[in-house]
């Protein structure tokens, strides 16, 4: 685990890479260190302010001639299924999430191993080991848990207690935050991503939580096109979080 820093947070910006959302730009982006005593209050209030958590690094997009990237929050207390969104519910009614600590295992690893392989073969985690991967869910300073999805015994299509779909998911004082999710490839068609964000609606309804945060929206990139369906919620402009829906 990194070590606490003696002093306050301190912000950095990194050189430019290619963005992995829209071709033929590029992205920067700020950031700084969540450790030791004060990561969770900092972390809270940086992701109100539009930032995001990779183990103990906060980050927020800062390219120089793009704002494409928009921080998106759903309101649980109005939000409503659409019908869509209720027949995923129905269709994966069977598949069972419990609440672990963020430890990593053999069978999440494999599990990951095998979406990466088909979801993002050509990204930066393609390459990712399990000490790589043991960093990911374990190196935190937060409160932060691991959903794990599993078939309940008399679910056809897999093994009974198959390990379906994990989620590493931070509490905040004002929401639950979707950190990194991740599922079984062959079980594409139960749209296991948009269950889980149902499942974490009714987590953080049930714990009187006003917030689910999904991470960066970007228009025009059909790898997001998912959270705009989840309405309504609030997007983090120029001038702070805007209802949308």
């Not at 992701?47 to 958590?53: C, D, L, P």
């Not at 299924?81 to 269709?91: D, E, H, K, L, V």
């Not at 079984?184 to 974490?200: C, N, T, V, Y």
Request: some cysteine; hydrophobic content about 35%.
């Amino acid at each position: 685990m990194t070590k606490e820093p003696r002093d306050a947070p301190q912000f950095y910006l990194t050189s430019p890479a290619p963005c992995p959302y829209l071709p033929g730009r590029a992205e920067r982006k700020v950031f700084t260190h969540l450790i030791g005593l004060r990561a969770p209050a900092l972390n809270d209030t940086l992701t109100q302010s539009g930032f995001r958590r990779s183990q103990t690094i906060a980050y927020r997009p800062a390219c120089e001639h793009c704002r494409a990237c928009v921080s998106v929050r759903v309101k649980i207390g109005e939000f409503e299924p659409s019908r869509t969104q209720r027949r995923i519910a129905r269709r994966n009614a069977e598949i069972v999430g419990e609440g672990r600590p963020a430890r990593a295992t053999a069978e999440q690893f494999a599990l990951f191993r095998r979406y990466v392989g088909a979801r993002h073969a050509d990204g930066g985690m393609a390459d990712m080991n399990m000490v790589d991967y043991q960093m990911m869910i374990e190196d935190s300073h937060v409160d932060t848990r691991l959903i794990e999805y599993r078939l309940a015994p008399d679910l056809p299509g897999g093994d009974a207690d198959q390990l379906v779909a994990c989620c590493l998911t931070d509490r905040l004082a004002d929401g639950l935050s979707m950190v990194y999710s991740f599922y079984e490839p062959a079980f594409e068609s139960r749209s296991l991503g948009s269950f889980m964000i149902l499942d974490h609606m009714r987590r953080a309804q049930a714990a009187g939580l006003p917030h689910l945060y999904l991470g960066y929206w970007v228009e025009g990139s059909r790898k997001m096109d998912y959270k705009a369906r989840f309405l309504p919620q609030e997007r983090l402009g120029p001038e702070g979080w805007a209802r949308i829906g």
